[in-house]
């Protein structure tokens, strides 16, 4: 085949897979705007029960939507928050923006698109004016891109929009929160969303900071040299008076004195030799990202805030961060390097592990089955506080399926209802945290508690549900390095 015949043949295949892409990514956008619509219906389902619910407190009123939304959710193995989140933004999308779900259906927009439309113009209360926003801002996202379409949409609803700047920023400040997400190989992302003038000065503050602690580093290189230069030109001048040693057969002459720059090995002199400086000088070579990341973890976890209105004792600077984290022995004894977690929820590297154990008052041992992991019983004996340990090692977050709060901030619920008849002990008693807890009370969920910790779940629909306890991985101790002496004597790690 000749190349030109080839290039026809590639550019004919481009095509078909470029039409066959697109013939997917509407059937998928078909599938997942008719899922919305399922959303939005169970929405209206919990409406009017909750409708039906005239004379009940506020907290009963939520039982429909939480209920629903927890039922979905352990149907499709997510957070029943992140569900009911879903459920009312799909309701909206519906009732409030039904030519963006038209548009999406239709395969002429995607999921972004209209998270994007919804989003900027949730503001928007009146029809009219929600209307003719929806119409200029659809026009121009079925031509581009979700994110180029986001900069537009915030152009757009500002004309439309009745309320002014400081209006509708008076409303978004009441949602500032921060938030953690769990990220990969031990690391974790600290998410915060505040004022823009208050956010950008922390940013500003850290990154002078930052500047600081570079311009302090190179100032003290600058120094090193300096007197690294100077050691290196007296050392040359004494050996310029004094005679060449003599040279035997079999002898070696000197060479030339080196210098280090603080990159010497630790132990060794960053000096010239034969000087009398024998400090080790370290230099900063972390980033102005790293600096700043430290720097904020450093005062966020040693600093207090400038008004404190508690009557704490040593103010809110003496209250320290706590954390559970589960460390393998053969971790901490170093004959294997993982397993250590954190709250259940990430993974922490070996090394900080074996910190937080060297530095803790006090820490609980947890013995474990070797073969299917399940927890057996920890070491300490004082009734209640031994019941929450054990039970905090086993359930490690809350035991609805799909959430992950850690067990150490949730309720102690008792599956036997403790004022009728229920025994409080470990196999009738486990972690859920309040929001669950007051949902299994209250919107007619069961839980019946089977054995090695399994719960069966019935909720209000009939459909049952299993959670078992999260499951542990046995790590095995590593194979020893070659010439290991297993008669020799052995080194703490800590």
């Not at 992140?82 to 999406?104: D, G, K, V």
């Not at 090394?351 to 006090?362: D, F, R």
Request: one cysteine or more.
């Amino acid at each position: 085949m000749s190349d030109e015949k080839q290039r026809e043949a590639d550019a004919l295949r481009t095509r078909e897979l470029v039409a066959e892409a697109r013939r997917l990514r509407v059937m998928i956008a078909a599938a997942e705007a008719e899922l919305a619509r399922t959303h939005a219906d169970a929405y209206a389902l919990t409406q009017e029960q909750m409708a039906r619910l005239r004379d009940a407190s506020t907290r009963e009123r939520e039982m429909p939507l939480r209920s629903m939304a927890a039922e979905l959710a352990v149907d499709a193995r997510v957070s029943d928050r992140t569900l009911q989140t879903q459920l009312f933004e799909a309701h909206r999308t519906m009732t409030e923006f039904q030519a963006s779900w038209e548009a999406w259906r239709e395969g002429r927009g995607s999921r972004a698109h209209v998270r994007v439309i919804v989003d900027a113009g949730a503001d928007l209360s009146d029809d009219e004016a929600r209307a003719a926003y929806e119409a200029e801002v659809l026009a121009y996202a079925e031509k581009t891109s979700a994110g180029r379409v986001r900069s537009f949409a915030e152009q757009v609803v500002e004309k439309h929009n009745p309320k002014t700047m400081q209006e509708r920023h008076d409303v978004a400040v009441l949602d500032r929160r921060v938030w953690v997400e769990d990220l990969r190989d031990g690391m974790s992302m600290l998410g915060v969303i505040g004022p823009s003038v208050e956010v950008r000065g922390v940013h500003d503050r850290l990154t002078r900071q930052g500047k600081a602690i570079k311009a302090a580093d190179r100032a003290v290189r600058r120094e090193a040299a300096a007197r690294a230069a100077a050691d290196t030109a007296a050392a040359a001048g004494r050996d310029a008076k004094q005679p060449d040693p003599p040279q035997g057969d079999g002898e070696i002459a000197a060479t030339d004195v080196g210098v280090s720059f603080g990159l010497a090995e630790p132990g060794e002199s960053c000096a010239a030799g034969g000087s009398d400086a024998t400090e080790n000088l370290w230099f900063d070579e972390r980033t102005l990202d790293q600096i700043r990341t430290d720097v904020l973890l450093d005062m966020m976890l040693t600093s207090s805030p400038s008004v404190d209105p508690t009557a704490v004792e040593g103010g809110l600077g003496a209250i320290r961060a706590h954390v559970q984290v589960t460390v393998p022995a053969t971790t901490l004894a170093g004959t294997t390097t993982g397993g250590a977690e954190l709250d259940g929820k990430c993974a922490v590297d070996p090394e900080t592990a074996k910190i937080l154990a060297g530095n803790v008052p006090s820490f609980d041992r947890v013995f474990l089955d070797p073969v299917t992991g399940a927890v057996l019983a920890v070491d300490r004996r004082f009734v209640t506080a031994e019941q929450k340990r054990y039970l905090v090692a086993r359930d490690i977050r809350c035991r609805f399926p799909g959430c992950r709060r850690p067990a150490r901030d949730c309720d102690w619920d008792h599956r036997e209802d403790w004022a009728l008849g229920g025994k409080t002990d470990v196999d009738n008693v486990g972690a859920f945290c309040k929001r669950h807890h007051t949902m299994k009370q209250a919107a007619g969920w069961t839980v019946v508690q089977e054995p090695g910790g399994r719960l069966r779940f019935t909720a209000p629909s009939g459909l049952e549900y299993i959670d078992g306890p999260p499951p542990r991985v046995v790590f095995m101790p590593d194979p020893p390095p070659p010439g290991f002496d297993p008669t020799g004597e052995a080194v703490a790690p800590f």
